[in-house]
């Protein structure tokens, strides 16, 4: 557990410093990269890493940081499918969800929002016709 607060703490100190350069993304990538390989981790650490997904988040997001975060959390439910902390991240992603739309319903007004963006948020809708229109588009 100390090495476990050890990585946290590292990140909280890199981060910060990375994120307005080219680094930041390649730094948060490793940290969910860092997650998704880790045999297992406590709740209580587990939650820790969450409230700091949701702190950056939380602080004036990129396009870019959103992504890199709900892809994040989502292969972290994946991995984690019949385990007990996939409430955990199940929770988290709903709450991050629902402060992105949120947050994009201000950005962008009406349907503005580009065509990937919204197929990666919200997978429940199926393909737009937008993106179907790509698809067929391809095969022609």
Known sequence: ???ERKSLEYFRNVYPQS?????????LQKLISYLARKESASLELLNLWCN?????LS???TKGEWTIITYGLHTLMLKSHGR???SLIRST???LME???FSDRVQFPGDDLPVWYREMFAPHTGFSTELC???HAEHD
């Open 1 to 3: 557990m100390l090495g």
């Open 19 to 27: 994120r307005s350069t080219s680094e930041g993304p390649i730094v």
């Open 52 to 56: 700091e997904l949701d702190n950056i």
């Open 59 to 61: 602080n004036e997001p």
């Open 84 to 86: 007990n902390e996939i």
């Open 93 to 95: 992603l709903n709450q």
């Open 99 to 101: 402060k992105m739309e």
């Open 133 to 135: 229109k790509f698809r």
